[in-house]
Nanobody, 123 residues
Framework: QLQLVESGGGLVQPGGSLRLSCAAS????????IGWFRQGPGKEREGVLC????????NYADSVKGRFTISRDNAKNTVYLQMNSLKPEDTAVYYC????????????????WGQGTQVTVSS
């Protein structure tokens, strides 16, 4: 069974950091691009960052530039989203999704999705 599982979410104060993980089971991530998406309360889902199968990253959200980074460890079959200098507006459910090779902004082009992990930034 092909599955993506996110972890690492939680409650953090403004200015804090979290690292989200997206672990794959049932398939290898080597040939897949992994995108991180988020959906805040009352908002539409938006793309955040994506890393292609070759390791190049693409930023889809101007609001996270300079604060969030994406990386992958194929040996662990896991992709990470490092989030620094968190702001209340980063509060959302964060999802990872997989598609072959290349990144795209639209979530509809991804084939596999995780269940999401909640990130809440609040004092």
């Amino acid at each position: 069974q092909l599955q993506l599982v996110e972890s690492g979410g939680g409650l953090v104060q403004p200015g804090g950091s979290l690292r989200l993980s997206c672990a794959a089971s049932g398939f290898t991530l080597d040939y897949y691009a992994i995108g991180w998406f988020r959906q805040g309360p009352g908002k539409e889902r938006e793309g955040v960052l994506c890393i292609s199968s070759s390791g190049s990253s693409t930023n889809y959200a101007d609001s996270v530039k300079g604060r969030f980074t994406i990386s992958r460890d194929n040996a662990k079959n896991t992709v990470y989203l490092q989030m620094n200098s968190l702001k209340p507006e980063d509060t959302a459910v964060y999802y990872c999704a997989a598609r072959m090779r290349n990144c795209f902004r639209s979530g509809s082009l991804y084939d596999y999705w995780g269940q999401g992990t909640q990130v809440t930034v609040s004092s």
